[in-house]
């Protein structure tokens, strides 16, 4: 409960109000992540994602949760009966399908994400013990009864899963964690790049490989770090032009003091997730470097300080992110930002900030979203600046419409690397928000440092001026 603000009870007590409102009496949930918010556990059996292997089915009367049981400790185990949930043996899903089939059960089916073999062992099921195949459901309960009140047979709903957007609407304990963890984090990246400097300055030689090895040992002893959110983009040159770029200890570069070093990275703390991209030069950038590097800030300062009527979903928020870039001809081949779990998969939907503009999910007041704009030249560079930030409501002198209107609250705090900006190109107001920016990573992050570490915050937090 004090990371995750709502017990399992009201959370499933939630998911049941809204299976009877489609005319529902069960729904399957396949989504790893979606498992793990509802159910309030956490588990590790996949890299860098702190979910467990399991299907969950809710009845409107009970929920039954199957996993290998060998998972499952005492104390969970007490846990899970509790909250009225059943344990069953993960290869017993199908048979369970077919089972709410016979008993004609109405089940909610995210097509999204569950399998086929669950869809079409329900759909065989029902031909079995009904004749039919199952009928989808378009008028919520009045599909599962005939005129007279009887039932005609199962049905089916075909909708997303209502917990994805339950789990992307943070509450305000899991957004409590969500800064307080990325404060850690912002501790363990300023000793890493304390140390990084050093080394590079004293002419050691460095992999890739060896860098993304030092941050994680940085990481690692921070209270609450459980594992990385993903594997560490650690590219130098030319690599950082590679979006998805994974360095391997056989093939990897050496950190070139010359060249732009691009470094996405990111930490699961036991209270939250974290995902950050820092771009910065070890000697002296080219003027071209400096002006795409400003350029993809002022991206990423539009979309920082964007104020936006709500229900409005993220891609209309995009063109903020990439307006400065296409003001020279110039753009970037991936979306601006994705959702972030709450101490859970590093990338999460329903919403998103991209060009993609298939995705209607409004941006809603808690959501967590990554801001990451960029620029890259194939075989020479790459560029990205990358915080997360969360959805808030924010105060407008009018509310056209009689709407609410939102905006963004920064959760990273690390420095941007300065000597990269070009200031004949920024405004200032763009300066103000810089230093503002750096005001706060100073405030936040220097009670946690000493030394040389804390001595490298304050040289980097230093007010811009523009002459």
Same mark, same amino acid.
């Given at each position: 409960m004090k990371y995750a603000g709502v017990d399992v009870s009201s959370k499933l007590s939630s998911l049941r109000s809204e299976l009877t409102n489609a005319g529902s009496s069960a729904i399957v949930i396949s989504m790893l992540d979606e498992i793990a918010w509802l159910l309030n556990l956490r588990g590790s059996d996949i890299p860098h994602s702190p979910v467990m292997y399991a299907y969950l089915i809710v009845e409107i009367d009970g929920a039954k949760l199957f996993i290998d049981e060998?998972?499952?400790?005492?104390?969970?185990?007490?846990?899970?009966? &509790?909250?009225?949930?059943?344990?069953?043996?993960?290869? +017993?899903?199908? #048979?369970?399908?077919?089972?709410? /089939?016979?008993?004609? %059960?109405?089940?909610?089916?995210?097509?999204?994400? *569950?399998?086929?073999?669950?869809?079409?062992?329900?759909?065989c099921a029902c031909d079995k013990y009904f004749g039919t195949a199952g009928t989808v459901n378009k008028k919520?309960?009045? %599909?599962?009864?005939? =005129?007279?009140?009887?039932?005609?047979?199962? =049905?089916?709903?075909?909708? #997303?899963?209502?917990? #994805?957007?339950?789990?992307? *609407?943070k509450n305000e304990a899991e957004l409590e964690g969500m800064r307080n963890s990325h404060l850690r984090d912002a501790a363990a990246l300023a000793q890493f790049w304390t140390w990084l400097e050093e080394e590079i300055s004293n002419g050691v030689i460095l992999t890739e490989v060896d860098v993304a090895d030092k941050l994680?040992? !940085?990481? +690692?002893?921070?209270?609450? $770090?459980?594992? =990385?959110?993903?594997?560490?983009?650690?590219?130098?040159?030319? &690599?950082?032009?590679?979006?998805?770029?994974?360095?391997?200890? &056989?093939?990897?570069?050496?950190?070139? %003091?010359?060249?732009?070093?691009?470094?996405?990275?990111?930490?699961? !703390?036991?209270?939250?997730?974290?995902?950050?991209?820092?771009?910065?030069? $070890?000697?002296?950038? #080219? +003027?071209?470097?400096?002006?795409? !590097?400003?350029?993809?800030?002022?991206?990423?300062? %539009?979309?920082?300080?964007?104020?936006?009527?709500?229900?409005?979903?993220? $891609?209309?928020?995009?063109?903020? /992110?990439?307006?400065?870039?296409?003001?020279?001809?110039l753009d970037y081949r991936h979306g601006t930002g994705h959702g972030v779990g709450a101490a859970l998969n590093v990338h999460e939907g329903p919403q998103s900030i991209s060009f993609r503009f298939g995705n209607m999910t409004p941006l809603l007041k808690g959501m967590v979203v990554s801001n990451e704009p960029g620029y890259y030249e194939d075989h020479a560079f790459g560029i990205r600046i990358e915080n997360l930030l969360y959805v808030k409501e924010v105060s407008t002198p009018n509310r056209f419409g009689g709407l609410d209107y939102l905006g963004f609250e920064k959760l990273t705090f690390v420095p941007i690397q300065t000597k990269l900006i070009d200031l004949s190109i920024v405004s200032a107001a763009e300066i103000d928000w810089l230093n503002d920016y750096h005001k706060q990573v100073w405030e936040k992050v220097s009670p946690l440092l000493d030394g040389p570490a804390q001595q490298w915050l304050w040289n980097n937090t230093r007010p811009l001026i523009k002459y």
């Open positions: 060998a998972k499952i400790n005492s104390d969970v185990m007490h846990y899970l009966k &509790n909250a009225g949930i059943e344990l069953r043996p993960y290869e +017993s899903i199908l #048979s369970e399908i077919e089972s709410l /089939a016979e008993k004609g %059960a109405c089940l909610w089916l995210d097509t999204s994400s *569950v399998s086929a073999a669950i869809v079409n062992t329900y759909k919520n309960t009045e %599909a599962l009864n005939g =005129t007279d009140g009887t039932s005609c047979g199962p =049905t089916y709903v075909y909708r #997303s899963s209502p917990i #994805s957007l339950a789990k992307a *609407v994680l040992e !940085f990481r +690692s002893k921070q209270n609450g $770090f459980v594992d =990385t959110s993903f594997d560490t983009i650690s590219a130098s040159g030319a &690599n950082g032009a590679i979006i998805h770029y994974k360095p391997e200890p &056989n093939s990897c570069s050496i950190v070139d %003091a010359e060249k732009l070093f691009l470094l996405d990275s990111g930490a699961q !703390f036991i209270d939250g997730t974290t995902d950050i991209t820092r771009t910065v030069h $070890f000697g002296e950038p #080219s +003027s071209w470097q400096k002006e795409c !590097f400003t350029r993809v800030l002022q991206g990423h300062i %539009a979309l920082d300080q964007a104020i936006f009527p709500e229900n409005y979903p993220g $891609f209309v928020l995009d063109a903020f /992110a990439r307006s400065s870039l296409w003001k020279i001809g």
